[in-house]
């Protein structure tokens, strides 16, 4: 009889583990990991070769757009030419008075393509390789990451596409352009479903939930807005992902968010241990500089 229950007792603690693992495994395939700019940390931030190198790396592509003077959907953060880490055409170096005098949708995109923006080093992220590089057109950057991911017989890459609004003075006009422009190419891409598109203005996100509404969204945000109560509320709809700074992340937050089926993407996120905390707490996904950080190690 002790024989029995032992036997029994070996099996449930088997089913309990198995279940667990189960539970564990489902989880961590839904958990998903974007290189933030393709990965900054290694390569020049939102550049092909930055989003090819991602994909080495089984991460999907997070990356910031814009509309250029001559209505062409680029891609790039900042909203001016970089004096950090760009170079001018003739090989001088972009300095922080030239840059102040021109903001970065005045410029059409033959001038954009002209600089290098991989050459120079970038104290910030000593790992990263200077290697030429330029700014993509965003049409260009998908069929480059497609074809090579093809070719390597890798994923299809997830897309994580921030509509960059920097000064909230910009016409509403400017904002429903570049989202249309943006939709065109997705859609003549034929990605949609593995696009989600982020902003942290809230105009441009209702402009294109009314416009696409099939579209996923991630309502970006960041230190000093409300709690994730009132950021919601500010919003006509629920958006796909509810994408706040890591260090805002908290138990409640997710379990709101989860139990009103919106995911929690996470940015920027840095370290190996705060990937694993916030993997454990439970985050749908988590954005980081370095692709590398998110091998198990």
């Known amino acids: 009889m002790h024989c029995l229950k032992s036997k029994y007792a070996l099996r449930n603690f088997i089913l309990v583990c198995l279940s667990t693992w189960i539970r564990f495994d489902a989880a961590a395939q839904q958990f998903e990991q974007f290189s933030h700019r393709g990965g900054r940390g290694l390569m020049p931030e939102n550049t092909i070769i930055a989003m090819e190198n991602a994909l080495d790396f089984g991460t999907g592509l997070e990356m910031d757009l814009y509309l250029s003077k001559d209505n062409q959907v680029f891609v790039y953060h900042d909203d001016i030419i970089s004096p950090t880490y760009a170079t001018n055409p003739d090989g001088t170096l972009v300095t922080r008075e030239q840059a102040a005098k021109r903001k970065i949708i005045d410029y059409t995109y033959p001038e954009l393509k002209s600089f290098n923006i991989g050459i120079r080093?970038?104290?910030e992220f000593p790992r990263k390789k200077n290697i030429n590089a330029t700014i993509p057109l965003f049409e260009e950057l998908i069929d480059s990451v497609e074809l090579y991911a093809k070719k390597g017989d890798l994923k299809k890459p997830s897309y994580s596409v921030e509509i960059k609004v920097p000064e909230a003075a910009l016409p509403s006009m400017y904002k429903q352009r570049l989202v249309d422009a943006a939709i065109k190419i997705i859609r003549g891409k034929n990605i949609g479903d593995r696009v989600i598109i982020q902003s942290f203005d809230r105009e441009a996100l209702e402009y294109l939930h009314q416009k696409y509404p099939t579209m996923k969204t991630a309502y970006l945000v960041f230190i000093g807005q409300?709690?994730?109560?009132?950021?919601?509320?500010?919003?006509?709809?629920?958006?796909?992902?509810?994408?706040?700074?890591y260090k805002l992340v908290t138990p409640d937050m997710i379990s709101y968010c989860?139990?009103?089926?919106?995911?929690?993407?996470?940015?920027?996120?840095?370290?190996?241990?705060?990937?694993?905390?916030?993997?454990?707490?439970?985050?749908?996904?988590v954005i980081s500089d370095y692709p590398d950080y998110f091998l198990s190690k």
């Open 121 to 123: 080093s970038n104290p």
């Open 226 to 245: 409300d709690d994730f109560h009132n950021n919601l509320k500010k919003l006509s709809f629920k958006p796909t992902a509810y994408s706040p700074f």
């Open 258 to 285: 989860h139990t009103n089926n919106i995911q929690v993407v996470v940015w920027t996120v840095n370290t190996r241990e705060d990937i694993g905390h916030l993997k454990q707490m439970g985050v749908d996904a």
